[in-house]
């Protein structure tokens, strides 16, 4: 199955579908799924990579148990999945906006790494470096209560994929969209893993006199070039211009 992943665009695409059913609502994960499992591709050993899914992340598997009634007798109980969908779904984060993963804790991890400075420091360094991060802390809190909480710092590119992710949401929340095209439209043009080329280019115009150099227009322009679905060369442009 390796081999079919890397060398063909429509197992790469199926296999896409199973980490897209996080962004579908609670109540549709089993139709996603369902429509997983109808368009899977002729691939030897797929079929137990899904079932692996199922029973793992979505519906649980089946265990034999003994009926109270009649020892002889033998039932199916389902049993919860190990990592049922509520653990991995991100539909509600991406609707609110909210972190959907834990990078702001390995931004912590680092921060402090950095503070620390090496290993095995002394008590006394590590209450310090406590009181440096408590004083950060107490910082953005008050920031926060006055209004002023520091804005997250994220390329273009990733702040138009979140839009792009959280308006699919909007759609199938609101029947816009049914799974089967969110399922689909959540591959088209993923910024943040096939960027390929990225070109910025900026442009100033320049007023020469005698006595001085004025700066009037500044114009950014940048152009992502990602794949679709079908392996296809999208171009997105993006433009600002600023007077200065």
């Known amino acids: 199955m390796t081999g079919d992943y890397q060398s063909r665009d429509d197992v790469r695409h199926w296999v896409g579908v199973l980490d897209r059913l996080a962004f579908l609502p609670l109540d549709k994960v089993e139709d996603g799924l369902r429509h997983v499992r109808d368009s899977m591709p002729d691939v030897a050993g797929i079929d137990d990579l899904l079932t692996y899914f199922d029973q793992t992340y979505v519906r649980g598997t089946f265990r034999r148990v003994r009926c109270a009634s009649n020892p002889l007798r033998m039932r199916?109980?389902?049993?919860?999945?190990?990592?049922?969908?509520?653990?991995?779904?991100?539909?509600?984060?991406?609707?609110?906006?909210?972190?959907?993963?834990?990078?702001?804790?390995?931004?912590?991890?680092?921060?402090?790494?950095?503070?620390?400075?090496?290993?095995?420091?002394?008590?006394f360094h590590l209450v310090s470096v406590l009181q440096q991060d408590a004083a950060v802390a107490e910082t953005v809190i008050i920031q926060d209560a006055r209004g002023q909480a520091p804005a997250k710092r994220q390329r273009l590119v990733v702040q138009l994929h979140q839009r792009?992710?959280?308006?699919?949401?909007?759609?199938?929340?609101?029947?816009?969209?049914?799974?089967?095209?969110?399922?689909?439209?959540?591959?088209?043009?993923?910024?943040?893993?096939?960027?390929?080329?990225?070109?910025?280019?900026?442009?100033?115009?320049?007023?020469?006199?005698?006595?001085?150099?004025?700066?009037?227009?500044?114009?950014?322009?940048?152009?992502?070039?990602?794949?679709?679905?079908?392996?296809?060369?999208?171009?997105?442009?993006?433009?600002?211009?600023?007077?200065?």
């Open 76 to 123: 199916l109980q389902r049993t919860s999945p190990l990592y049922p969908p509520p653990v991995w779904n991100v539909y509600d984060a991406t609707c609110c906006g909210t972190e959907r993963t834990n990078n702001s804790c390995e931004g912590w991890n680092h921060g402090m790494a950095g503070l620390v400075g090496h290993q095995h420091q002394s008590v």
């Open 164 to 244: 792009r992710l959280q308006q699919l949401c909007f759609d199938v929340r609101d029947g816009r969209k049914t799974v089967p095209e969110t399922l689909n439209a959540a591959f088209i043009g993923q910024t943040c893993s096939q960027v390929l080329t990225v070109r910025v280019q900026v442009q100033v115009q320049v007023l020469a006199s005698q006595v001085k150099v004025q700066v009037l227009n500044l114009r950014v322009q940048v152009q992502v070039q990602v794949r679709d679905s079908m392996s296809q060369p999208v171009f997105l442009v993006i433009s600002k211009s600023f007077q200065l």
